[in-house]
């Protein structure tokens, strides 16, 4: 159980990670959200991307042993990419939860 | 003879893509089904269907078989033209007798090898198994095909295709054509990093089609070049046979040093001697696995030379917990029990190259890792499949004017690749439940019975491609795209409700028990069959609203 | 970038390529296969891991011979580098097991 706790948290984290990595991006930015980011916005999307993936590691290792926990890790960065990519094609006002972040 | 490194990298990327497209679309496909082989073989063989099983006691269960199995009519035959004088009636001189088991497997693989008196090359063997139900002992027939492991998953790595061994080299180019196109790609891909979450549907079908292909292709790069890598990997020894060809004296003398350094004999010595309780070397050696903080389940065990004093038995820890395969073997005399020889840990080169290669065979229990591994193998078939349909698209418009049948050709090769082997491989499933369990003698076994259907469906499937294809020289969708998505979506359907009726196992059932094997593939195929049905009126649609469009212009449905 | 753009000599030279793509970068990389094979072993290692790290490397390096054939401006040097380089590491190869055995 604990296990299934923790990669599905490993899971949000990567989503969210990878959602604000491509809200960081201007071209996907304003399919969410009104006008462009500005500067210090972008950056706080990488920088939240970037720990979201991160954080995803970290969970990744708390549930497996390292070999396995990096396996894991690199093909939910995939299934994460995949699901913020469709997500942004069909359904973009669900990636607004993210830009709350944005400051 | 290219202007530019991207020149050649596109042309390339094309016209290998193309050819070997057609086989990486088989080989990707049917890897991601192979993931789950043996829960595919459950649901073939309904009575397979209970837990998976520890390895049972050697002694009391597996050598009662042992001592009754010959090799099998198809090793024999395979031999005839390599023996000097007769060949015997039977085989008695044991070379192997060997049990292999993981954590999702409830029945067990026997298989044997023995040495064949008169043959020109010593080392060949010919051989035989079983499979049994290792609560009981209980012997399957021979004749229940394990679609999963023993169909899926060959054809897969060999296309099923043995002769001269043709398939598994075909797969093996084709697999490096995946490398040079993996970087070729990416070498293509001006904006990787800008288009990485790009995905637009409803621009024209050119464009459309090729986001779909580049997101496949990107987003799961790491796991598709890992996968072609590791799988050539794996076969490494069968594609560049140094080792057996140009270095065979060092082979050779590496393999005299090794059976004196381990004690492990090579040969019989020709003096007879039982075979020792397998069980208490069995126990010994899950006795020293945890007395080394690695205590673990029994993944193979192999009893060599059996009946002769240089007999020994190999016991392999199973992989489950870890991404290598099976490790920390321990091996005994086998005449008296003691231990001869206890692997020593891996060196740093024997290390790496069991993990990559435990990567690619998953023999390890998780069940997340496994279905992205199914995802990762199924965004490969989409993006080999868009490939092939961006080809098409991307010079129909251009031939069309011109009358060019080439594309009609190519397109229909691609409905016969996609399509048509969803519907081979629904067409199995649905024999699987309809064929009687005893067919009348003089018919084909039940297993050759399925895999006819299989081959019959796809070719089938082909014609029907074939004789459909007209459109796609006026520029239009060739209608068996959507008529064949119909008919995976009718026999996937047909498939689940069969085996509720042959079997009574439905999905609540299923569900209800907690047992997955099963209820996952009846799953599967309710998925399958939902989205069969959405793209068959999706392209249906397109079909339809055709009429001529204007050159260059946008989608139309 | 369409073939019906090369002429009849252009489809030799596209012929010859290819060849060298599949068979020259073959050559190549069962050079290094024998060649890691026989010195590791000569240098007291493991047999096996020997034809690990070449076969890891081996296919490795197959992917880019494979595309160099094709890139590279001068086909002689290509297929003299992957052939020749081929058959030198085989060569040597056959060296070590002609003094070790």
């Not at chain 2, 050697?58 to 198809?74: A, I, N, S």
């Not at chain 2, 139900?133 to 021979?142: A, E, I, T, Y």
């Not at chain 2, 039940?446 to 299989?454: A, K, L, N, Q, S």
Request: glycine share 8%; net charge neutral; hydrophobic share 50%.
């Amino acid at each position: 159980m604990r296990e299934v706790i923790l990669l599905t948290a490993a899971l949000l984290a990567c989503t969210a990670g990878m959602g604000w990595l491509a809200l960081a991006m201007e071209r996907h930015w304003t399919q969410v959200h009104e006008g462009e980011a500005t500067a210090a916005q972008v950056l706080r999307m990488r920088a939240l991307g970037t720990l979201g993936l991160a954080a995803g590691l970290s969970l990744c290792l708390a549930a497996d042993h390292a070999s396995m926990a990096v396996l894991v890790w690199v093909m939910a960065l995939a299934a994460s990419a995949l699901a913020v990519a469709l997500t942004l094609t069909w359904r973009p006002s669900w990636m607004r939860v993210l830009t709350c972040f944005a400051g | 003879m290219f202007q530019s490194f991207r020149h050649a990298a596109t042309w390339v990327h094309t016209w290998f893509g193309l050819v070997l497209g057609f086989v990486l679309v088989v080989v990707f496909f049917f890897g991601s089904l192979s993931v789950f082989d043996r829960e595919i073989d459950r649901w073939a063989i309904p009575e397979s269907r209970f837990e998976p099983q520890p390895m049972p006691s050697f002694d009391k269960v597996l050598r009662p078989v042992f001592d009754t199995m010959q090799p099998m009519k198809e090793s024999v035959d395979a031999m005839r033209g390599k023996v000097d004088g007769p060949m015997p009636e039977r085989f008695d001189t044991v070379r192997s007798w060997s049990a292999y088991t993981t954590h999702r497997d409830p029945v067990l693989l026997l298989w044997a090898s023995y040495e064949v008196p008169g043959a020109q090359d010593p080392h060949d063997r010919v051989w035989g198994n079983r499979t049994i139900d290792p609560r009981s002992g209980k012997v399957f027939p021979d004749d229940q095909l394990k679609i999963g492991s023993q169909f899926f998953y060959p054809l897969h790595y060999g296309l099923t295709l043995e002769w001269q061994d043709l398939g598994a080299w075909i797969v093996g180019f084709a697999g490096l054509v995946m490398l040079v196109a993996l970087i070729s790609g990416v070498v293509m891909h001006r904006k990787l990093f800008r288009e990485y979450f790009t995905f637009r549907p409803t621009r024209n079908i050119q464009r459309s089609v090729l986001d779909l292909h580049n997101m496949t292709g990107v987003l799961a790069l790491p796991f598709h070049f890992f996968f072609a890598f590791t799988g050539l990997l794996i076969f490494a020894g069968h594609y560049f046979p140094v080792t057996h060809t140009q270095l065979e004296p060092l082979h050779e003398l590496h393999e005299k040093i090794e059976e004196q350094q381990t004690g492990l004999p090579q040969d019989r010595a020709g003096v007879p001697a039982p075979l020792a309780s397998v069980d208490a070397m069995v126990a010994e050696a899950r006795r020293r696995w945890t007395a080394k903080g690695m205590a673990g389940e029994v993944g193979l065990v192999s009893a060599n030379h059996v009946g002769d004093v240089n007999g020994y038995v190999s016991v392999w820890r199973a992989g489950t917990d870890r991404i290598a395969n099976v490790s920390d073997g321990i091996h005994f005399k086998a005449s008296t029990g003691e231990v001869l020889y206890e692997e020593p840990p891996l060196t740093a080169v024997g290390s790496v190259g069991n993990f990559l290669i435990g990567l690619h065979l998953q023999h390890f229990r998780h069940w997340l890792l496994r279905w992205f591994y199914v995802l990762g193998g199924l965004m490969g078939t989409v993006c080999l499949a868009t490939g092939l349909i961006f080809f098409v698209e991307k010079r129909k418009k251009q031939h069309a004017k011109a009358g060019g049948q080439s594309r009609r050709v190519v397109d229909a090769l691609a409905v016969s690749t996609i399509t048509g082997m969803l519907v081979a491989t629904m067409s199995i499933l649905v024999a699987n439940r309809l064929l009687p369990e005893a067919l009348p003698s003089g018919w084909p076994p039940r297993g050759d019975m399925e895999r006819y259907v299989f081959w019959g469906g796809w070719a089938l499937a082909m014609i029907h491609a074939f004789v459909r294809s007209a459109p796609v020289a006026m520029d239009r969708l060739n209608p068996a795209w959507h008529e064949q998505c119909w008919a995976v979506a009718i026999m996937a359907v047909a498939a689940m409700l069969l085996n509720w009726i042959t079997t009574g196992d439905h999905l609540l059932r299923t569900i209800g028990a907690g047992y997955w094997p099963v209820a996952g593939v009846d799953l599967s195929l309710l998925v399958t069959a939902g989205l069969a049905v959405l793209s068959a009126r999706r392209l249906g649609r397109k079909a339809l609203a055709a009429m001529p469009v204007p050159r260059g212009g946008t989608a139309h449905a | 970038m369409r073939t019906n753009a090369f002429n009849r000599g252009e489809h030799v030279a596209l012929a010859a390529r290819i060849l060298l793509a599949v068979l020259g970068g073959y050559a190549c990389c069962w050079g290094v296969v024998a060649l890691f094979a026989a010195a590791t072993f000569a240098l007291g290692a493991e047999f096996h891991d020997g034809e690990t790290l070449g076969s890891i490397l081996a296919l490795l390096l197959y992917p880019a011979a494979f595309l160099w054939a094709f890139a590279a401006r001068r086909l002689w040097l290509a297929g003299t580098v992957l052939v020749g380089s081929g058959a030198l590491m085989a060569g040597t190869a056959s060296l070590i097991q002609s003094v070790l055995t």
